[in-house]
């Protein structure tokens, strides 16, 4: 449980904004100066806000209004800088203790053997940072971070200074982190892809304020948010489980509230659970069930919001059995269609459009947090 | 030839007593020296650009009128001194102690300077990722600066007693030039070449002069290499 609300001035930018978060993975989203790394930072105590409240579990970090503030070194809020900030004068194993020293005994977590394992950093304990790779480095700060059993971790765009290669080869952690280790986290993040992939709750930050908080699937649904998402790339999320896979073609079949979606092969059990991003553009609007297609993935729908103005291009909110679907399309064609809130459409999605962006273990449900392998 | 190596006992305490000097000036200035730096580069208080020029004055007075302060400050009857000497039994004037306080503050710009620029050039985000992991203040301090300035110090340290063992003007006019207390190698060689006949020690003096600073130099020059590589993490 964390719950955050913060004012402060710097020059010209005002920051004012407040969020909770019930654990997980809370994704502040946003672009860039939209003060998403000023947030963190107060929440880890590296300078003192003009007015705020900054809860952890039941401790006070901050609190203005009756003069509180908890010194940095006393929070245990272990912070995954954007560019690792690795001490360069110890090794990687001394890296990795040095928050240890520092951290009450009781407080329990992991020990070095098991962060080591669940980092896959074993081979690199000897080596001195300048040795490292970008994304070596990475993962050896994530384990540092932890190793000083912080109650709440906070992350700068930790994958921001990393090539595709090496982003991928960090989201397995990360994600193993909010469903196996359990820690709240706190991401920074501008990509949505990212935020996409691993955020269970999300808020969107513009100009120092809360433009939207929630469930990241509903977030990413709402067609208002698409300036501060990024037209681009934005899209909805579904959450599905592998119903099958197609051997002859090399597909896997993901069954979804809407119905059924045939993706490009995925090495995952039948059961397991799997978040889909369907990117707005990758959507098409059919208003009957479309016949002698190519694209094999039809999602029957309601159309429920449409918006866009008076540009060419307008954004379409789908209804499809209780979860969103996002569309964009051209307003001639909405005219064409005949398309208004309320009627019925069918979404055509072609099955190329799943690449690897697309897909991400869905954070599994607390209760049965143990019944399920996310796998990316 | 063979009269170049063989030294009197005058010589041989002249030479003693400048490494004495030299090392007592360098490791006493030492703990203040990285105090000041620390103070000077990143202190935010009223008098800092005082308290800089203070630090650099020795650099560009001439040595006399160093010695001359330090004469009225820390002589027998001076402000400082008699406090020092009657209260605390700490005598400066006319005796080694008060050469190795002549060579401390010649050399002290240099030593500060040093290690100014090695705190200056510390990465600060370091020392906030140190706090994040549980440290406070002083364990940032000694687990992440203090390791990332230790190039600097070493620099320092060098420098300083590079100062000291060459310090002419401070040390002969503060402690004058007494053999067996106050005669360093600087002042030992003057006093050779004051007198007929005295080329020759000075000149075998000359020549350890030489030997002593060389060997300095490359050792720092090892060390300091040493130190920034660890530094670095190379």
């Known amino acids: 449980m964390l719950s955050v609300a913060v004012t402060h001035r710097l020059g010209d930018f005002t920051l004012d904004a407040a969020f909770e978060s019930e654990g997980g993975l809370t994704a502040l989203f946003g672009r860039s100066g939209a003060g998403k790394t000023s947030l963190i930072n107060a929440i880890a105590g590296l300078y003192r806000p003009d007015t705020g409240r900054i809860v952890a579990d039941d401790a006070v970090l901050t609190d203005t209004a009756s003069g509180i503030f908890v010194p940095a070194h006393r929070r245990r809020v272990g912070y995954v800088f954007q560019e690792g900030r690795l001490f360069p004068h110890l090794n990687v194993r001394q890296n990795l203790l040095y928050g240890r020293w520092f951290a009450p005994k009781a407080a329990g977590g992991a020990d070095l053997d098991q962060i080591v394992e669940l980092l896959g950093i074993g081979s690199l304990l000897a080596r001195r940072p300048a040795n490292l790779s970008g994304g070596e480095k990475q993962r050896v700060a994530i384990g540092r971070a932890l190793l000083a059993r912080p109650r709440l971790l906070v992350m700068d765009e930790p994958l921001a200074s990393l090539d595709e290669g090496r982003r991928a080869e960090i989201f397995p952690y990360i994600e193993r982190l909010r469903d196996e280790m359990r820690v709240p986290i706190v991401y920074v993040s501008h990509s949505i892809a990212e935020v996409a992939r691993l955020a269970t709750t999300l808020v969107v930050l513009s100009e120092g304020k809360v433009a939207a908080i929630g469930p990241t699937a509903q977030i990413m649904g709402r067609i208002d948010l698409f300036p501060l998402t990024g037209r681009a790339e934005a899209g909805a999320i579904l959450a599905t489980r592998v119903a099958g896979h197609d051997d002859k073609f090399g597909l896997t079949v993901l069954r979804a509230a809407a119905g059924e979606l045939r993706v490009p092969h995925l090495d995952l059990p039948i059961g397991a659970a799997l978040r889909v991003r369907i990117r707005a553009r990758d959507v098409m609007i059919s208003l009957e069930p479309p016949t002698g297609l190519s694209a094999l993935n039809v999602l029957p729908g309601v159309v429920a919001e449409i918006a866009g103005g008076d540009g060419p291009i307008v954004q379409m909110r789908l209804d499809c059995a209780g979860e969103a679907l996002v569309a964009r399309l051209t307003r001639r064609s909405v005219e064409t269609l005949g398309l208004v809130p309320g009627k019925q459409v069918h979404a055509v999605i072609k099955s190329i459009a799943f690449d690897h962006h697309a897909f991400a273990g869905a954070a599994p449900p607390a209760a049965s947090a143990d019944a399920e392998i996310a796998e990316g | ?234």
């Open chain 2, 1 to 234: 030839m063979a009269e170049l190596l063989t030294f009197t006992p005058e010589e041989l305490t002249a030479i003693r007593l400048s490494l004495r000097v030299a090392s007592v000036a360098m490791i006493g200035s030492l703990p203040i020296g990285v105090l000041i730096a620390m103070l000077l580069a990143r202190g935010r208080f009223w008098g800092r650009s005082a308290l800089n020029v203070l630090v650099h004055l020795p650099l560009v007075l001439p040595p006399v009128v160093t010695g001359y302060f330090l004469l009225i400050l820390f002589g027998r009857h001076g402000t400082l001194g008699e406090f020092l000497a009657d209260d605390l039994g700490i005598v400066f004037a006319f005796r080694w102690t008060g050469a190795a306080l002549a060579s401390a503050i010649m050399g002290f710009p240099l030593l500060v300077r040093a290690i100014r620029l090695s705190v200056d050039s510390v990465d600060r985000r370091l020392e906030d990722a140190a706090a994040t992991l549980g440290a406070g203040r002083v364990w940032v301090w000694l687990t992440v600066t203090l390791p990332l300035i230790l190039p600097g110090i070493v620099a320092g340290m060098i420098l300083s007693f590079a100062r000291a063992l060459g310090e002419f003007g401070a040390t002969i006019t503060f402690v004058s030039n007494i053999p067996g207390e106050t005669q360093t190698l600087p002042t030992a060689i003057y006093t050779f070449l004051q007198v007929p006949g005295g080329e020759t020690g000075a000149l075998r003096l000359t020549l350890v002069a030489v030997a002593i600073s060389v060997v300095a130099m490359f050792a720092s020059e090892a060390v300091a290499q040493r130190a920034s590589r660890r530094a670095l993490g190379l």
